[in-house]
């Protein structure tokens, strides 16, 4: 029998060993331990008066108050569209100083012709990936939450973990998704009891504990290879040329 060779004993040609990094578990260790309140920016998606996506956020908002949070909830009336207006509308600056702010969101939407509001794709839209050296969501915490009129689904909150997943958020486990939610709440705008408000309390109680988790850490989680070699002052030059911005040199 052929002796077994040693898998993988060919090296890694590939890697620039300069900016290959190990994970320990050391470095997730927390130096400086934070001792504010965790903070949390809640979204919804709905101007209606009577509206049961901001009844939702309302709920959740007392829950995560309750559990020693500090809580924003963002009034999107008034917020122009994407691309309707520029980065320094009032109502686009206020969204984006809350997200820099927070810590963790959740983001309540009605399905509408099966999918996410336009009302909350539109604040979603308007938070960069980036601004300067800035990521105004980058490592922050997401529950995402729907609310339907009719039987009970998932689209809505799909929707939402998509555009997580793709604004480099931490999008936890659990999510909450109200069918019917007229029967779900009273004349005041707040939820009945029953599994459906048990289910949002089980999102609330995840997203604290993923929050405290991960805040302190949040960096050093989001912190990748192929981006560290981006900041890299001659790969920075390199790509301002294959754009560009600067000629090549002669």
């Not at 604040?123 to 105004?136: K, M, N, T």
């Not at 609310?147 to 931490?170: K, P």
């Not at 709440?185 to 009945?192: E, P, V, W, Y």
């Given at each position: 029998?052929?002796?077994?060779?040693?898998?993988?004993?060919?090296?890694?040609p590939?890697?620039?060993?300069?900016?290959?990094?190990?994970?320990?578990?050391?470095?997730?260790?927390?130096?400086?331990?934070?001792?504010?309140?965790?903070?949390?920016?809640?979204?919804?998606?709905?101007?209606?008066?009577?509206s049961f996506?901001?009844?939702?956020?309302?709920?959740?908002?007392?829950?995560?108050e309750?559990?020693?949070?500090?809580?924003?909830?963002?009034?999107?009336?008034?917020?122009?569209?994407?691309?309707?207006?520029?980065?320094?509308?009032?109502?686009?600056?206020?969204?984006?100083?809350?997200?820099?702010?927070?810590?963790?969101?959740?983001?309540?939407?009605?399905e509408?012709?099966?999918?996410?509001?336009?009302?909350?794709?539109?604040?979603?839209?308007?938070?960069?990936?980036?601004e300067?050296?800035?990521?105004?969501?980058?490592?922050?915490t997401?529950?995402?939450?729907?609310?339907?009129g009719?039987?009970?689904?998932?689209?809505?909150?799909?929707?939402?973990?998509?555009?997580?997943?793709?604004?480099?958020?931490i999008?936890?486990?659990?999510q909450s998704?109200?069918?019917?939610?007229?029967?779900?709440?009273?004349?005041?705008?707040?939820?009945?009891?029953?599994?459906?408000?048990?289910?949002?309390?089980?999102?609330?109680?995840?997203?604290?504990?993923?929050?405290?988790?991960?805040?302190?850490?949040?960096s050093?989680?989001v912190d990748?290879y192929?981006?560290?070699?981006?900041?890299?002052?001659e790969?920075?030059?390199?790509?301002?040329?294959?754009?560009?911005f600067?000629?090549?040199?002669?």
């Amino acid at each position: 029998m052929d002796k077994p060779q040693q898998l993988f004993a060919d090296g890694m040609p590939n890697i620039s060993e300069g900016h290959f990094v190990v994970p320990t578990a050391t470095d997730l260790q927390v130096q400086a331990p934070f001792t504010h309140a965790p903070r949390f920016l809640i979204l919804y998606g709905s101007l209606r008066e009577r509206s049961f996506s901001r009844f939702l956020a309302y709920e959740a908002a007392r829950l995560l108050e309750a559990m020693g949070g500090e809580v924003r909830i963002y009034d999107a009336h008034g917020l122009p569209l994407p691309d309707d207006a520029t980065a320094d509308h009032p109502k686009v600056q206020e969204l984006r100083d809350l997200s820099i702010w927070s810590e963790g969101h959740i983001w309540v939407s009605p399905e509408r012709h099966g999918n996410m509001t336009g009302v909350i794709k539109s604040q979603i839209d308007w938070l960069p990936l980036s601004e300067g050296s800035v990521r105004p969501t980058q490592g922050r915490t997401l529950a995402v939450m729907q609310v339907s009129g009719g039987s009970q689904s998932f689209n809505a909150v799909n929707g939402l973990r998509i555009l997580g997943r793709w604004m480099r958020m931490i999008t936890i486990p659990n999510q909450s998704s109200v069918p019917m939610a007229y029967k779900e709440f009273d004349d005041a705008g707040r939820m009945k009891p029953g599994p459906l408000y048990d289910r949002v309390v089980d999102v609330c109680e995840e997203l604290v504990r993923f929050t405290l988790l991960t805040r302190e850490r949040s960096s050093y989680l989001v912190d990748r290879y192929s981006e560290r070699k981006e900041r890299e002052p001659e790969r920075l030059k390199a790509v301002a040329v294959d754009i560009g911005f600067v000629k090549r040199p002669s």
